[in-house]
């Protein structure tokens, strides 16, 4: 389990720092309101918005279902609203280090 552990959260930091990369790269050439203008301009863009925000929505289902507390439910799905898959990435590096087997990161706890 050390090594499944040791694996998985080195594979999502490399995401979360590779996404975070390219957020703060895009953020340089302009800033996030011009950038969703003009994904919003393009159909395209607005396909992969609602995209986004359809498989974010199931994510936060899943973590609703997942949590004992309501109001962590609730939270980190409002984070996945703003944040997107930071958050999800986040989440599921706290999940693997709470951890004790694998089907812990994804079944609700008992």
């Known amino acids: 389990m050390i090594y499944f552990k040791s694996i998985t959260i080195a594979f999502l930091a490399i995401l979360l720092t590779t996404l975070t990369g390219f957020i703060v790269w895009a953020s340089v050439e302009s800033n996030v309101l011009t950038g969703f203008r003009e994904v919003l301009s393009s159909r395209w863009g607005m396909a992969t918005l609602v995209d986004i925000y359809i498989s974010l929505t199931f994510i936060g289902i899943w973590i609703g279902v997942i ?24 989440y599921i590096i706290l999940r693997v280090l709470k951890s004790s087997k694998p089907t812990e990161i994804f079944l609700p706890s008992k």
């Open 67 to 90: 949590e004992k507390s309501v109001t962590k439910g609730i939270i980190w799905t409002l984070s996945l609203y703003f944040w997107g898959n930071i958050a999800t990435l986040i």
